[in-house]
Every structure is written in C-alpha cells, then in structure tokens.
C-alpha cells in the first residue's frame, strides 16, 4: 500500500516562505512523476508543479512560475515544494501526488491521472 504524507504548512506572512514535505512509503516498481496541487476553499483542486522521474522536466503554473521550486529525493522517497514571496492567494490546501508507470522525463499535469495522494497540508499566508 502506497501512502504519501506531507508536512511543512502552517502559517506565514506574505512575503515570506515556507516547505512542503510529502513523504512516500509502501513498495513502487515502477518510475513515478511527482506533482503538486492545492485546493482553496469553493474551488477545484488545481495543479501548482510537477517533476519527472528523473527530476530533469518541471513543470509550474503561471501563477506560481518563478516562485516556487519542486523537488525530489528519491533516495529518502521524499517530495519537496519549496515556496517563496508566498502571497495571500496563495492559501489553500496542499497536496503532493504521484502517477506510477511514467517514462523518466515526463511530467503529469492533470489531476485525474494521478494514483496516489496525500492527505492535504494546509498554507495560510496573512498579509
């Protein structure tokens, strides 16, 4: 049984940063893409970033371009989010997710391809 369980969130200033942590266990064979999402309250779960088997390919939505860094460690079977300049729309619920069967280079962006999750982490940025 594969779970994933993040840490990290908590509450920040705008303007300042915070880490997301989303530990992977249980047995994978198989290559995996990592891929970040949140969920603000009475909207859908969107996709912030993702990262390729190999951690080469990233991929991050305009909102969050050049400010926030995806990560992976496959030797400790961790994820990373890194976020800086974290502003007040940024607030929502985190969640880490994998897709397995990936090729090494590809990244995953929609939600509905993705087979495992965590269990959301929540981010409160006050301004």
């Known amino acids: 049984q594969v779970q994933l369980v993040e840490s990290g969130g908590g509450l920040v200033q705008a303007g300042g940063s915070l880490r997301l942590s989303c530990a992977t266990s249980g047995r994978i064979f198989t290559s995996y893409g990592t891929g970040w999402f949140r969920q603000a309250p009475g909207k859908e779960r969107d996709i912030v970033a993702a990262i390729s088997w190999n951690g080469f390919v990233t991929y991050y939505a305009d909102s969050v371009q050049g400010r926030f860094t995806i990560s992976r460690d496959h030797d400790k079977n961790m994820g990373y989010l890194k976020m800086n300049s974290l502003r007040p729309e940024d607030k929502a619920v985190y969640y880490c997710?994998?897709?397995?069967?990936?090729?090494?280079?590809?990244?995953?962006?929609?939600?509905?391809?993705?087979?495992?999750w965590g269990q959301g982490n929540q981010v409160t940025i006050s301004s």
């Open positions: 997710a994998i897709r397995t069967g990936t090729e090494w280079h590809q990244v995953t962006k929609k939600l509905e391809d993705y087979q495992y």
